[in-house]
């Protein structure tokens, strides 16, 4: 699926993160979503590489990356530990200027990049989300009901992550199956690849991890952001599903321009998984934002 791609291990703060890299121009990092990995952007990361330099790696606890052991505060999983990650890929790769196009759980990692490396991001395209601090204090019973993993996966271990790791494909075929397109999105080797990294040891209490900092510890960050009157002054892309819950449950350029300075975006005819339901529409909306 990425062919021309080559893979290599990067070792970040915490451990193993696994990358691939190719094509040439100005360097482009991909970031994936839940319950996902760097295959999420098999459609793209070819064409992008016609262009770009692209360098699509595995977050920490997710596909080929390492399972990093978490603390009571859920530091290990916070997005500004995610976004050190990153910063370690891109150096290992060469690169000190970046730009960053991220879906979902990435995009969350791709905002706190922006807002702790600024000299780091030249542009970024988000993805399918609206900001962590804006999306729980306007959360609404529409985007509960939409987004209930939201709302389990927080709660305290070892009960979510016990029910994920009794069936982690059932798991992953439910959140992503239940949503606009449906199973039907996704290319079957794709498909095979979330639920084989599914399985892998250590997964569960990961995504429990990832998702328990951005109830805790990130929403700490994203707080001393807005009092500090801290917003992002790089370019920022919103693009998102017109038939996803962030869409119809947010104003989602409204409240990025709250967290940002220069924001642009508009709905695409898909629900969440954009890279996968709209690739054409997602390439010619990063080839026309980003700068080869």
Not at 53 to 72: E, I, K, N, P, Q
Not at 214 to 223: K, M, N
Request: hydrophobic letters at 45%; glycine letters at 8%; one cysteine or more.
């Amino acid at each position: 699926m990425f062919e021309g791609f080559s893979q290599r291990d990067i070792e970040g703060p915490a451990g193993r993160l696994r990358t691939l890299r190719g094509g040439s121009g100005a360097p482009l990092l991909l970031l994936h979503g839940h319950p996902q990995t760097h295959v999420m952007w098999h459609a793209v990361a070819g064409e992008l590489a016609k262009v770009f330099t692209v360098v699509v790696m595995d977050l920490r606890g997710y596909g080929d990356s390492a399972r990093v052991a978490s603390d009571a505060d859920h530091q290990a999983y916070s997005k500004r530990a995610m976004a050190q990650d990153a910063m370690a890929v891109m150096k290992a790769c060469g690169f000190s200027r970046f730009q960053v196009l991220a879906h979902d759980r990435g995009a969350r990692v791709a905002h706190r990049l922006a807002a702790d490396h600024p000299d780091a991001v030249q542009r970024l395209m988000l993805l399918d989300i609206a900001p962590t601090l804006a999306m729980y204090n306007n959360t609404s019973d529409a985007f509960a009901r939409a987004y209930w993993h939201w709302f389990f996966l927080i709660q305290p271990p070892p009960l979510p992550e016990a029910l994920i790791a009794s069936d982690p494909v059932r798991y992953v075929r439910s959140v992503m199956g239940k949503r606009h397109a449906g199973l039907a999105a996704f290319a079957p080797a794709a498909l095979a690849e979330y639920e084989r990294c599914a399985q892998i040891p250590g997964t569960a209490v990961s995504i429990c991890e990832d998702y328990r900092a951005s109830a805790g510890i990130d929403l700490v960050h994203d707080r001393a952001d807005v009092a500090a009157g801290l917003r992002l002054a790089q370019p920022l892309r919103v693009l998102w599903g017109e038939h996803g819950a962030v869409g119809q449950c947010f104003k989602v350029l409204e409240l990025w321009r709250e967290r940002a300075l220069d924001v642009s975006g508009l709905a695409l005819p898909c629900g969440h998984y954009i890279a996968e339901e709209a690739p054409a529409l997602l390439l010619a909306e990063a080839l026309q934002f980003f700068k080869p």
